[in-house]
């Protein structure tokens, strides 16, 4: 069984960086497709970014050129880096985790950009 724990999320002022980091438990973790979505309030969860195991990576058109997502399989960990932030990009944020193995979610991690 995968477990992912988010972390990194909080307040930031429009123009801001964060970056969240999403470990995940097991051996296997080189094996899956990582990807991160989010939600924001009475919308429907979206995929933000996704990275494949040789590292392919896709974003939503909305984040082009300002998030970039990275994984290190050496430490089990999916990385979302979010520069030039908005307000729009204001949601929880969601680590996903798809393979052979079946399909995993973190938690969440809220992220607002707010004055």
């Known amino acids: 069984q995968v477990q992912l724990v988010e972390s990194g999320g909080g307040l930031v002022q429009p123009g801001g960086s964060l970056r969240l980091s999403c470990i995940a438990s097991?051996?296997?973790?080189?094996?899956?497709?990582m990807a991160w979505y989010r939600q924001g309030p009475g919308k429907q969860r979206e995929l933000v970014a996704r990275?494949?195991?040789?590292?392919?990576?896709n974003y939503v058109d909305s984040v082009k050129g300002r998030f970039t997502i990275s994984r290190d399989n050496a430490e089990n960990t999916v990385y979302l880096q979010m520069n030039s932030l908005k307000p729009e990009d204001s949601a929880v944020y969601y680590c996903?985790?798809?393979?052979?193995?079946?399909?995993?979610w973190g938690q969440g991690t809220q992220v607002t950009v707010s004055s």
């Open positions: 996903y985790a798809g393979g052979l193995g079946g399909v995993h």
């Open positions: 097991g051996s296997i973790f080189s094996t899956y497709v």
């Open positions: 990275i494949t195991t040789n590292g392919n990576t």
